[in-house]
Each structure stands twice: as structure tokens, then as C-alpha cells.
């Protein structure tokens, strides 16, 4: 079994090519930070040179999948060079965009909060399962932020109609409402999580490698997140420079500060 067992990011393959990817932040219920992307990205990097890889499975420690931005270190990150907010967006935005175009099929097991670009994450995946505890939002727009490097993947996995209000509104939805816009395949009780899980690894070592890379490629050239290098370019410095706008920076203080945003009026 090949392994990484420290760090942000943890991940081992079994004998059977199955890998299993923890996002390690649990006391920040895995809020990511630039360590956890550098993480992912390694991850994806040692796992895409190993052979005989059939599946990856996506979890995350502790009792929430993945709560979004770390926002006391976006916020540090605004306050930095543009050159230097660049770079953490175009890496944000590469982790995401890597695990969509895994060359393998990816199972996520989303269980308690999965928010701002969990989101993402879910949605870049091939199969989610959710809890039914699991509860979800593309809360960026609630902090002054958007959401630019999330969008087509989750424009592929919701569509566009349900986009315009979870992405717009911020608001907060459950693991049934995820199931039913299509973010989540299947919800199943948190105890059954796992096995079911075990259960979709099955269905996928069943099937042969190769014809399931190249159905997912063929897939995936007909998706909104098959972008070229001058969309996701413009994504990414979009991203970037409203990290650093003055609405992003009340925002910032808002949630520093435990207080609504000076927008919101009543």
C-alpha cells in the first residue's frame, strides 16, 4: 500500500488501485488554506503517477466534509501582492479542475457542512453520496467574494437554473435538496455512509479501466468546465481581483467582526 499519512492532506491506495483521499483540517471542520490545496494538488500529482489506479475516494476528517474557505487566511491573502493572489487563485482553481478531469472516477462521501468550494469539490466529482446530515451553500456572495472558480463545475453538476439562486441567494440547503437539484447522487444515513460508499467502488472496479477514462473524457468535452486556457485564465484573475475589492474587505471584517455586511439594510 502506498501512503501519505501526515499533513493536511492524507491519502493510501489498497491493492486493489482504490485510493482514498482525507482532507485533514478538522478543527476547522476542513476549511482549506493554502497548505490544504498544496495538499490536494501533491495528492493528485502521487496518485497520478501510481499504476493501476481504478478509483479515488474523497473524504473529509472529523465531523464536516469541507466548510470552505479558510476566510481569516483569504483574508490575509487580500491584503497581499496581486501577483501573490493570483497564484493561490489559479492553484485553488487548479486543484478543482485537476480532480474534475481525474482520469479515474471519484466517489465524495460528504458528511455535516460542505460549503463554498466544498461545493466545488463535490460538484468536480463523479459520484457523491451525502449523509443526511450533510447540509450545503455557495455562500461566497455572503462575504463580498464570488464563487468564479467553482462555476462550471457546478453549472455541470446542478445546471445553470438552480446556479442563479444557490449561488445568488448564499442560502443553506440539505442533503435532500442537494439530491434532488443533482449535486448529490444518493443520500443515505451517516452510519451507512461508508459502506455505501464501499458499495459505488464496487460498481466501478466491475467495469474496465480504459472504456471509463474514455467515457469520462468524452464526457467531459461536452461540459461547462471544459474550458480553454484563456476562459480559465480570465476566471481566475476575476477571482482574484475581486478577493481584493473593497466589498471583499467588508465582508472579511463582517464575519471578523461577527456582524452582518454594511449592505445588508432592515
Known sequence: MTANAT???????????VATVTLNRPEVNNAYNGELIDG???ALDALGGHKGLRTVVLKGNGKHFQAGAD????????KSDPQENLHVSRATADAVQRLNFAAVPTVALVQGGCFGGGTGIVAAC????????????????RWGLHAAIIIPQLADA????QLRRYALTGER???????RIGLAHKVVPLADLEA???RMVEHVLANGPGAISETKAWILRSAWSDLGEADFTALVESHSAKRQSAEAAEGLASFAEKRAGNWQKG
Do not use: C
Open 7 to 17: 499533513g493536511p492532506v492524507l491519502w493510501q491506495v489498497d491493492a486493489r488501485g
Open 40 to 42: 490536494v494538488l501533491k
Open 71 to 78: 476566510l481569516k487566511w483569504i483574508d490575509s491573502v487580500r
Open 126 to 141: 463523479d459520484v457523491v453520496i451525502a449523509a443526511d446530515n450533510a447540509l450545503f451553500s455557495i455562500a461566497e456572495v
Open 158 to 161: 446542478i445546471g445553470v437554473r
Open 173 to 179: 440547503f440539505g442533503a435532500e435538496e442537494a439530491f
Open 196 to 198: 455505501e460508499g464501499a
